[in-house]
Antibody, heavy 121, light 108 residues
Framework: QVTLRESGPALVKPTQTLTLTCTFS??????????VSWIRQSPGKALEWLAR???????YYNTSLRSRLTISKDTSKNQVILTMTNMDPVDTATYYC?????????????WGQGTQVTVSS | SYVLTQAPTVSVAPGRTATITCGGI??????VHWYQQKPGQAPVVVIK???DRPSGVPERFSGSNSGNTATLTISRVEAGDEADYYC???????????FGGGTKVTVL
């Protein structure tokens, strides 16, 4: 059974750096074609794809957020880490991680349950 | 990044058919995935690769994709189908994923 779980601070202050961790089980991120993405959803808004990291360490970012995002993985811990710098109240959202087979352009399946992040002073 | 356009809302009576569209330039050459999201829950795939239905998804859910429009159809709509629905594609050039703006399906 494949599961993913997001963790991180529920509250960050403006200008701070957010670090989120996705801990997964049931698959290996060393498997050819596998990837994990981060996706967020602001309250009442649509899903927004943020970044992805592939089995071979290739990383891809949302063009509009590229300068603020870094995605990495720790295969020994089955974790994917996302950092977002210079946080702003508009970054208040639920942040999800999700698995895909990126070389097959597969859907995101499954998703973690999400972690809510509020940006406020 | 690739832009996908969805109507914000669709209202449908129980037992009728809901049609949700996702517009994008030449979207027909891409594989489109559809997600259902209920309040407070993570999205779940209901249609993958344009028209494939994952195990456990009712046959009432179907999809198609051609030209500039992909379509998710929900036949014999039930109250439990009330949710937000999102389309998604992979941009093969940039490696980025794109989501549509979502369609809220209301069952009257």
């Amino acid at each position: 059974q494949v599961t993913l779980r997001e963790s991180g601070p529920a509250l960050v202050k403006p200008t701070q750096t957010l670090t989120l961790t996705c801990t997964f089980s049931g698959f290996s991120l060393t498997t050819n074609g596998m990837c994990v993405s981060w996706i967020r959803q602001s309250p009442g808004k649509a899903l927004e794809w943020l970044a992805r990291i592939d089995w071979d360490d290739d990383a891809y970012y949302n063009t509009s957020l590229r300068s603020r995002l870094t995605i990495s993985k720790d295969t020994s811990k089955n974790q994917v880490i996302l950092t977002m710098t210079n946080m702003d109240p508009v970054d208040t959202a639920t942040y999800y991680c999700a698995r895909a087979s990126c070389n097959q352009r597969s859907p995101f399946d499954p998703w973690g349950q999400g972690t809510q992040v509020t940006v406020s002073s | 990044s690739y832009v996908l356009t969805q109507a914000p809302t669709v209202s449908v009576a129980p037992g009728r058919t809901a049609t949700i569209t996702c517009g994008g330039i030449n979207i027909g050459v891409n594989s489109v995935h559809w997600y259902q999201q209920k309040p407070g829950q993570a999205p779940v795939v209901v249609i993958k690769y344009d028209s494939d239905r994952p195990s456990g998804v009712p046959e009432r859910f179907s999809g198609s994709n051609s030209g500039n429009t992909a379509t998710l159809t929900i036949s014999r709509v039930e109250a439990g189908d009330e949710a937000d629905y999102y389309c998604q594609v992979w941009d093969v050039i940039t490696g980025q994923a794109a989501f549509g703006g979502g369609t809220k399906v209301t069952v009257l």
